[in-house]
């Protein structure tokens, strides 16, 4: 069983840094993880990814260094030991709203005594039966990383218990789906938010657990590293391959060609909307 690189940042308080991938090319997954981030981050919320498609996906990320990052949908708790199954190291939990959730996250993600996660073994976590079975559930209990994300209004007054839950490394704000709940849809720098994220930071350092945020740029980066944020997620592959052909196309405009873009919005771009999280990473940000 490999490693976790999430898990050994964290434990020297050194900053791990996901970037994520909408994209079912497995060959943008290999390529992130050879160029050594130390996540990639894999949204099964929303996107139409099945556990087939996951698990070559997790083969590509293993080619090479970084973690594989898979994020279920709520309540989606059978379905954590299935990902964990395709070599995923990290579990992304969102719109936690309570520490009984948290504890119930950490049941299915962990094996006993931390949890009560099945054991199969036949899967490329193992990998393929090819350990001591009692130095696997060791291994996976210690290297598989658990992070609950909080994404509405009434999860902030749980986030120091949901991040005391024993199991629960780490707390991780959702602004996109937060402003929509608190009614301040993009306004990601609204004080009602910044407010949140304080007192996120403030129940993750009570407790001695990491918290982060999706960062839209290198300057927002490192302020959240000032603050003490330690699990950032930056960048996404939909949003910097329509970044490069806006580009394109701005720079061919300057001759006098255009583009028919009827399929899409007249309106201001989507990548660029100003805020705390502009151009290559708004797109990442729940």
């Not at 020297?12 to 992130?32: G, K, W, Y």
């Not at 995923?88 to 049941?107: H, T």
């Not at 394109?248 to 001759?255: K, N």
């Not at 990473?281 to 729940?286: I, L």
Request: proline share 5%.
């Amino acid at each position: 069983m490999r490693k976790s690189r999430i898990k050994a940042k964290l434990r020297a308080n050194q900053p791990a840094i996901l970037t994520c991938a909408h994209l079912t090319d497995p060959s943008v997954h290999e390529l992130m993880s050879l160029m050594g981030f130390d996540g990639v981050w894999i949204d099964m919320e929303h996107h139409f990814h099945t556990m087939e498609t996951a698990a070559n996906l997790m083969r590509a990320i293993r080619a090479g260094t970084a973690d594989g990052v898979l994020r279920p949908a709520k309540g989606e708790f059978m379905r954590m030991g299935r990902m964990l199954e395709t070599g995923a190291l990290c579990i992304f939990y969102p719109r936690c709203e309570s520490a009984k959730e948290a504890a119930d996250v950490v049941r299915y993600a962990k094996f006993h005594p931390l949890g009560e996660r099945g054991v199969d073994g036949g899967g490329p976590d193992m990998p393929f039966c090819s350990m001591k079975y009692v130095d696997y559930l060791q291994m996976a209990n210690d290297e598989t990383t658990v992070v609950v994300q909080l994404e509405d209004p009434k999860s902030m007054k749980e986030a120091e218990r949901m991040a005391a839950v024993p199991g629960v490394d780490g707390l991780f704000f959702g602004p996109g789906d937060m402003s929509v709940a608190c009614g301040l849809p993009d306004q990601f720098n609204h004080p009602r938010l910044q407010k949140m994220i304080e007192q996120m930071a403030r129940a993750a350092r009570n407790t001695g657990k990491h918290w982060g945020m999706p960062c839209g740029s290198p300057e927002h980066v490192k302020q959240i590293i000032a603050m003490g944020g330690r699990i950032i997620l930056h960048g996404v592959d939909l949003i910097m391959i329509k970044n490069g052909l806006e580009a394109i196309q701005r720079a061919l405009g300057e001759q006098g060609i255009t583009f028919e873009r009827n399929q899409l919005g007249k309106g201001q771009s989507y990548t660029e909307k100003s805020g705390a999280q502009p151009a290559a990473a708004q797109k990442s940000r729940r």
